[in-house]
């Protein structure tokens, strides 16, 4: 008997990610050495095993996405290739776990693929066209759900401009997605089935924002980091400093060449400067010792 494309797709994913867990796992400081040798001479069998180790994190973050109705494989395909993107834009130099920064990639990524496919009208891919697509049932039945309790009656407007201060939009936007989601390609207001009383689809999705015990803990550890890292930049000269913000704080970092050419010195000199910079940062912040360690894997 032959498999459906459905259970092909579910049986190739198990397949990979089985794959996936056999992969090793890296220690900081190997990490830190293959992101090295791919980022300074391009080994590609370096960037092959940060990509395989990794590729577990890829998996578990697209199968997230699957509930929007796209083929598991794709899906992983679609999260290899941010996680692929990561990896070329990587700077080892800046002392954080790949994994940490991979996050954003591989889920930019996926999500891109799920609002490409999601319609044949073209959802935007804005910042706040995402933040609306993957949020607004969700947050608009929550709304709903709270005027109910209240003994509310909200109307269209209303709620939508209720939407658009929940998820920091304007309301334009708001009031465009609605219209694009509400067509019927796909609703997750429709309900399940008969036996369900009404239960409708949004009522299963899971919400992707963090729980509040994990914002107390991101609010602390992201404190605790920019009370060390305030210590170490302290460390540092004058000059120091002013370089090490040029070069690693700034949105669009500085070349080394400008940076010379404003302090009167060569382009090699600023770069040991740079290094010596590190070196004592690195000094300030190993003094922490496990502390540091614990926040940054």
Do not use: C
């Not at 199968?63 to 999260?79: C, H, T, V, W």
């Not at 609002?115 to 969700?138: D, H, I, P």
């Amino acid at each position: 008997m032959s498999r459906g494309p459905m259970a092909q797709d579910t049986q190739d994913g198990r397949t990979m990610t089985r794959t996936a867990m056999k992969a090793e796992l890296l220690d900081a400081e190997t990490e830190r050495a293959l992101a090295y040798a791919w980022r300074d001479h391009r080994d590609e069998a370096a960037l092959h095993r940060l990509i395989t180790a990794y590729m577990r994190l890829a998996i578990s973050m697209a199968s997230k996405f699957r509930r929007y109705g796209a083929p598991m494989n794709d899906l992983i395909q679609e999260a290899g290739l941010g996680l692929m993107k990561a990896a070329d834009k990587f700077d080892p130099d800046r002392g954080v776990r790949f994994s940490t920064y991979a996050v954003w990639w591989i889920k930019a990524s996926v999500q891109d693929y799920v609002m490409r496919n999601w319609s044949m009208v073209r959802t935007g891919s804005t910042s706040s066209q995402k933040s609306l697509f993957f949020n607004l049932r969700r947050v608009q039945a929550r709304l709903e759900r709270e005027a109910m309790a209240e003994g509310v009656e909200l109307d269209g407007y209303q709620l939508r401009e209720m939407i658009a201060r929940e998820v920091g939009v304007p309301l334009r936007d708001v009031e465009m997605m609605s219209g694009r989601l509400s067509g019927s390609d796909f609703s997750l207001n429709a309900t399940q089935s008969a036996e369900d009383e009404g239960r409708e689809w949004i009522d299963t999705i899971e919400d992707d924002g963090p729980r509040g015990d994990e914002q107390v803990e991101q609010a602390h550890d992201h404190a605790a980091l920019r009370h060390w890292l305030t210590q170490a930049m302290g460390k540092l000269n004058a000059r120091e400093r002013f370089i090490v913000r040029e070069r690693k704080l700034r949105d669009e970092p500085r070349t080394l060449e400008s940076l010379g050419d404003e302090l009167n010195l060569s382009k090699e000199r600023v770069r040991q400067l740079e290094a010596a910079a590190f070196a004592k940062m690195r000094k300030t912040l190993e003094e922490k010792g496990s502390e540091v360690h614990s926040l940054l894997v």
